[in-house]
């Protein structure tokens, strides 16, 4: 599997299990996944990341509602409008017809990969990244599953776990000139929302939050983006909050967000 985890977790909220546990198999990799994550197996916690026959699923010790877990091909990317170009991601990626794709996109907080999934549907060439190992191993079996036979990484998409901050810095020195990953189209951006919106959320979103926190941190990454991405940067904010980094060239209205576009080189001002 593509993802490396390099973060020490041993968050006591969380332990992993397997389940069915009479299925030596599924124990053996779920023992497997806690020692990689650094995570207990089977200790009572708060969260339990389980793994079935099936899928990896985040279950809520005495939530008798679904599990957690990603299922991407409810996502609507078959449809005349959701293969539209005319979508405010899709202005955002700066695709204007299908002539512009491949674009190759750096999704640098990838979370539960809806964004991944959709912008690979679209036709971009994805590396997801994202920082907290526990939501990396339930986005790389959220995209594996929805990949169907296909064993990530592949050429057009993959997943690794770790901090944009420290990627963007280390670019190059990762991805060499030889390497495909070396040239990046787009870095495209969602850290978490601040808190104090009045919407309701859904359960992955507040899991994700539990998970995650907040992101303190995220003006810092579109500077460095603007260092990597050689054609644009976009932010996914909410839409009366101001802007990460001020002044996007442009930015696009959709449904309850809205993308700040950031072009290398070129401020609003100029
Ligand atoms: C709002 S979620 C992203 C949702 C995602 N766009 C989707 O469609 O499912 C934000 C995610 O970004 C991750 N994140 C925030 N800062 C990061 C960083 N510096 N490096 C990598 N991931 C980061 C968080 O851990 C969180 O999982």
Known sequence: MGVVYTVEMSDKRISVHADPVTDEQ???RAKALAQRLSLGYATPSLMMLTLTADRLEMRLRGDKG??????LLKLDTQS???RSLKQPLT?????KKRSDLPLRVLDATAGWGEDTWLMHAQGCYVHALERNPVVAALLEDALGRAMGDATLPTDELCVKQGCALDWLSHW???YPAESAWSKIDVVYLDPMFPPGRKTAQRKPMLV??????EDLDAAALVPLALQVATKR???KRPPKNPALLPDPVVSHGGKGVRYDVYIP?????E
């Open 26 to 28: 599924l124990v053996c």
């Open 66 to 71: 679904k599990p957690v877990s990603c299922d």
């Open 80 to 82: 005349p409008a959701g």
């Open 91 to 95: 202005k955002a990626l700066g695709i």
């Open 172 to 174: 190059h020195a990762r």
């Open 208 to 213: 994700l939050h539990d998970l995650v926190g």
């Open 233 to 235: 940067v976009v932010v």
């Open 265 to 269: 080189g070129i401020s609003k001002s």
